[in-house]
């Protein structure tokens, strides 16, 4: 069963870049035609997909944050990792690795504050 | 791109049964969607994926409670047999070659 866990900084400054990484386990990331994908949700409220990578190396992004984002991916570690520029407070939530829409990472918290 | 739309709440009585809606937007009739579970303070679960015809597939573990069917745009989610650890908010998403998109989600109480 493939596992995600997501890892990064908890804390970044505004203006600065956000950047988290998701490793996965138990199975490889540029095996099957997957896609993987970052998601983030602000505190009490819903879902907001950021964008996805597929093993091919292609990418989409949300239009709304595709500017800022930039999603990539390292097949010799096995992982793949989000940037997200110029964050502002707006940008402070969980942030989730996942892979298709079946299995998803544990999620981690980042805030963003001076 | 498609939009998904969700009752923002909905309530049920334990032992008994519920059925969630996820409305697709105008000419997204045919998507194949995702049901998600998230309890409160976890990461959300994947249910199912559920197509237009009604056919679905769940993901591991999931009980036999939860069922996926569809009537045109709609897609639902029944859960029977209600049980506390049902207490949760259902998120529906959908994709397609250039996006991925969640519904606002439905905050379920199991009463």
């Known amino acids: 069963q493939v596992q995600l866990q997501e890892s990064g900084p908890g804390l970044v400054k505004p203006s600065q870049t956000l950047s988290l990484t998701c490793t996965v386990s138990?199975?490889?990331?540029?095996?099957?035609?997957?896609?993987w994908s970052w998601i983030r949700q602000p505190a009490g409220k819903g879902l907001e997909w950021i964008g996805r990578i597929y093993t091919s190396g292609s990418t989409n992004y949300n239009p709304s944050l595709k500017s800022r984002v930039t999603i990539s991916v390292d097949t010799s570690k096995n992982q793949f990792s989000l940037k997200l520029s110029s964050v502002t407070a707006a940008d402070t939530a969980v942030y989730y690795c996942?892979?298709?829409?079946?299995?998803w990472g544990q999620g981690t918290l980042v805030t963003v504050s001076s | 791109q498609p939009v998904l739309t969700q009752s923002s709440s909905a309530s049920a009585s334990l032992g008994s049964s519920v059925k969630l809606t996820c409305t697709l937007s105008?000419?997204?009739?045919?998507?194949?969607i995702a049901w998600h579970q998230q309890q409160p303070g976890k990461a959300p679960r994947y249910l199912m994926k559920?197509?237009?015809?009604?056919?679905?597939n769940k993901g591991s573990g999931v009980p036999d409670r939860f069922s996926g069917s569809s009537s045109g745009a709609d897609r639902y989610l029944t859960i029977s047999n209600l049980q506390s650890e049902d207490e949760a908010d259902y998120y529906c998403e959908t994709w397609d070659s250039n996006t991925q998109v969640f519904g606002g989600g439905t905050k379920l109480t199991v009463l």
């Open positions: 996942a892979r298709m829409s079946s299995n």
């Open positions: 105008s000419g997204h009739s045919s998507y194949i």
């Open positions: 138990g199975g490889s990331i540029s095996s099957g035609s997957y896609y």
């Open positions: 559920l197509e237009g015809s009604g056919s679905y």
